[in-house]
C-alpha cells in the first residue's frame, strides 16, 4: 500500500490561491445551490371592501421573488397547508433534463395533495432576465404567483446601463368572490366565467376603483437616474396595455432572453410574458405625479372586466422634504382603445433578439417536422335533461385543431417514462386541421369539437416549424400560446389566412425574437421555430385560463437522445402520487 504524505502550509496555501484564482475566471465559475421554502396557506386579504381568505404563498400576495443567477441549481420545498390540490409551475425556465419539476398538474406531475410537501428541483441553464412562478391546477394562480429574477453569472453585466434600482411590476387580477367557484359554475353550465372585478399592479388595484384609494402602488424614484422595471403579467384571463404618463421606456428584454433595445411610450404583454424596461427619470423635480396605468386589450366577442387598474409614480424632492401628492398636477397616460389589434401587432414586431456572438440567435435554418394549428372556439353538445348557457344552448369548448385536450387523472410524464400508457394519452394529434376551412372567414355550421388526450411524439433535437391560425368560430380573438420546456423563434405572424407558399419568403430567420409565450393575432396566424432539444413531456396551451379550461392545450412528448445530458433522469422519490 502507498504511502499518503501530507502537503506542507506554503504548497497548500499555493495552492488554495491557485483554486481561487480560477474560480473568478469566466469558465470557472459555476453556481450555487439556493433553498426555498414555500408554504401555501390561507390568509385574509381586503380589496375594493372584500375581505376573502385567498391561498398565498407564505402569506405574500403577491407571492414572494424567486431570486437566482444564471447556472444556479434552485430547490423549493412546497407543502401544502390548504384542502385545494396544488402544483407550482416555474414559468418560462427551460427545465433542461429536469421536466419532474416543470409543475402542470397531470401532465408532468400529480398535484400536491393537502398536508404533502414537493420540491421542484432545478437548474437555470442559459437564461438571464425575468420570469414568473405560479400555480398550474385549475384557476389558482390568479393569487398564487410571484416574480422569478434570473442575475447574471457573477462578474458578468448587462448588455445595457446599468440601473440604478431594479423593481418588479406584477399585472394581477382580483375577483371578489372565489375564482375556483367561478370556473366550476362556468364548467357545469358551458357558459362563460364571471370576470374579475379589478386589475392589480402588485396586489393593489388603485384609485380608480370605488374603496381602493388606499390600496395604490406607489413608485417612488430620484430624479436623474435610470430603473430597471420588470414587468410581469400575471393577470388570469386579459392581455395589458400598460404606460407611465409624460414617461418613455426603453425595451431591454423579454421572456428572459435580451432583445435590440427600443423605445416606447405604450407596451402590450400577454399573461405569462414578462418584459424588462429602462426607466429613465427625468433629470428635475417635475413638480408633479404621473400615473401608470394598465388596461385589457380584448378582440372577442365575450364579456370583459373593461377597468384600468393606476399606480403613481412620485419623485423624491431634491431637498428630501416632503410635499404632498396631491398639491402636484396629476398626469394621466393615454392607452390604446380596448380592440386596437393593429398597435398589437405592431408592436410584437419590434421585438428582435440580440443575434450577437455573445448571445446569438440559434434559429433552425432547416425543418424537419411542419405543423399547422388552428387555435380557437368551439362548442360541446349540451348533455341530455341539462340546460347550457353556450352558444346556441350547447357548451363553451376550445381547441387546438378542433382537439379539445382532455387532462388525464394521472400525469402522463409518468406514464409515458415508465410505459405504463394503458390508455392515459395517444400519439396521434393532428399535424394539421382534420377538415380545413375558410378560418378567418364565415364559420362552418358545425361548430362542436373533439375530445381526447392526444400528443405529438418527436425524437430529440428535431427541428419544428410550427404555424398557429386563430380561428373565426365564435369571434376571431388572440390567444397567448405558451410552449413549456423551450423557448421558441417568432419567424412570421400576419392576418388572415396562413399561405404556405407566400408567407415563408418573408419569415425572419436573421434575428428573430426567442420567446416562450406568444399571441396568435386575433383573425391572423403566427409562426415559430424551436429545437426539440429537451427530452420530457411539454405542456402547449392559451394562457388565457378561460379557454385552457375549455380545452385550448396540447402537450408534445420529446424522446431522450443518445448523450447522458440529453436523457431525462428518473422522478424524484417526494413526486407526488394522484
Known amino acids: 500500500m502507498g504511502t499518503f504524505h501530507l502537503p506542507s502550509f506554503a504548497s497548500m496555501s499555493v495552492l488554495l490561491l491557485g483554486l481561487c484564482f480560477l474560480a473568478l475566471l469566466p469558465e470557472f465559475a459555476e453556481g450555487i445551490t439556493r433553498h426555498y421554502t414555500f408554504n401555501i396557506k390561507y390568509h385574509n386579504v381586503t380589496r375594493l371592501c372584500h375581505t376573502r381568505n385567498i391561498i398565498s404563498v407564505n402569506g405574500q400576495f403577491p407571492g414572494p421573488s424567486l431570486v437566482a443567477r444564471e447556472g444556479d441549481r434552485v430547490l423549493i420545498k412546497v407543502t401544502n397547508h390548504v384542502s385545494n390540490n396544488v402544483t407550482i409551475h416555474w414559468h418560462g425556465v427551460r427545465q433542461v433534463t429536469s421536466g419532474w419539476a416543470d409543475g402542470p398538474a397531470y401532465v408532468t406531475q400529480c398535484p400536491i395533495q393537502t398536508g404533502q410537501s414537493y420540491t421542484y428541483n432545478f437548474t437555470i441553464t442559459g437564461q438571464r432576465g425575468t420570469l414568473l412562478w405560479h400555480a398550474h391546477i385549475s384557476w389558482l394562480r390568479s393569487t398564487l404567483y410571484g416574480p422569478i429574477i434570473i442575475l447574471p453569472k457573477r462578474n458578468e453585466s448587462y448588455p445595457f446601463q446599468k440601473p440604478h434600482k431594479e423593481i418588479p411590476i406584477?399585472?394581477?387580477?382580483?375577483?371578489n368572490v372565489d375564482p375556483e367557484a367561478i370556473i366550476r359554475q362556468a364548467l357545469q353550465t358551458g357558459g362563460g366565467p364571471n370576470v374579475s372585478d379589478a386589475y392589480t399592479i402588485n396586489g393593489l388595484p388603485g384609485p380608480l376603483y370605488n374603496c381602493s384609494s388606499e390600496d395604490t402602488y406607489k413608485l417612488k424614484v430620484k430624479p436623474g437616474k435610470t430603473y430597471l422595471l420588470r414587468l410581469i403579467n400575471a393577470a388570469l384571463n386579459d392581455e395589458l396595455f400598460f404606460s407611465i404618463a409624460n414617461h418613455t421606456v426603453t425595451v431591454v428584454e423579454a421572456?428572459?432572453?435580451?432583445v435590440k433595445p427600443f423605445d416606447t411610450d405604450k407596451l402590450l404583454i400577454t399573461p405569462g410574458q414578462t418584459a424588462n424596461v429602462l426607466l429613465r427619470t427625468k433629470p428635475y423635480f417635475p413638480n408633479a405625479t404621473?400615473?401608470?396605468?394598465?388596461?385589457?386589450y380584448f378582440s372577442g366577442m365575450g364579456t370583459i372586466d373593461n377597468s384600468t387598474t393606476a399606480g403613481i409614480l412620485e419623485y423624491k424632492h431634491p431637498s428630501n422634504h416632503s410635499i404632498s401628492s396631491k398639491k402636484l398636477q396629476l398626469y394621466k397616460p393615454t392607452l390604446p382603445s380596448i380592440n386596437d389589434t393593429s398597435f398589437a401587432v405592431n408592436f410584437t414586431r419590434k421585438f428582435r433578439s440580440l443575434a450577437s456572438v455573445k448571445y446569438p440567435a440559434n434559429v433552425p435554418q432547416i425543418v424537419d417536422r411542419k405543423f399547422f394549428f388552428t387555435v380557437g372556439l368551439g362548442s360541446s353538445p349540451c348533455p341530455k335533461n341539462t340546460t347550457c348557457q353556450g352558444p346556441n344552448g350547447t357548451k363553451f369548448s376550445a381547441s387546438v385543431n378542433n382537439v379539445s385536450f382532455v387532462l388525464p387523472s394521472t400525469a402522463i410524464l409518468q406514464s409515458y417514462f415508465f410505459g405504463q400508457n394503458n390508455g392515459v394519452y395517444t400519439t396521434d394529434?393532428?399535424?394539421?386541421?382534420?377538415?380545413p376551412f375558410n378560418y378567418t372567414g364565415t364559420p362552418p355550421n358545425n361548430t362542436n369539437v373533439s375530445n381526447g388526450t392526444r400528443t405529438v411524439l418527436l425524437p430529440f433535437n428535431t427541428s419544428v416549424e410550427l404555424v398557429m391560425q386563430d380561428t373565426s368560430i365564435l369571434g376571431a380573438e388572440s390567444h397567448p400560446l405558451h410552449l413549456?420546456?423551450?423557448?421558441?423563434f417568432v419567424v412570421g405572424l400576419g392576418f388572415g389566412n396562413y399561405d404556405p407558399?407566400?408567407?415563408?419568403?418573408?419569415?425572419?430567420l436573421v434575428d428573430p425574437m426567442e420567446r416562450n409565450t406568444i399571441g396568435v393575432p386575433a383573425g391572423g396566424w403566427v409562426a415559430i421555430r424551436f429545437f426539440t432539444d429537451n427530452p420530457g413531456v411539454w405542456f402547449m396551451h392559451c394562457h388565457l385560463d378561460v379557454h385552457t379550461s375549455w380545452g385550448l392545450r396540447m402537450a408534445w412528448i420529446v424522446q431522450n437522445g443518445v448523450q447522458p445530458n440529453q436523457t431525462l433522469p428518473p422522478p424524484p422519490s417526494d413526486l407526488p402520487k394522484c
Open 429 to 435: 394529434f393532428p399535424v394539421k386541421p382534420p377538415m
Open 484 to 488: 413549456h420546456g423551450f423557448n421558441f
Open 170 to 175: 406584477l399585472f394581477g387580477e382580483w375577483f
Open 255 to 258: 421572456d428572459a432572453v435580451y
Open 290 to 296: 404621473f400615473f401608470m396605468q394598465a388596461r385589457p
Open 501 to 508: 407558399d407566400k408567407d415563408p419568403m418573408n419569415f425572419n
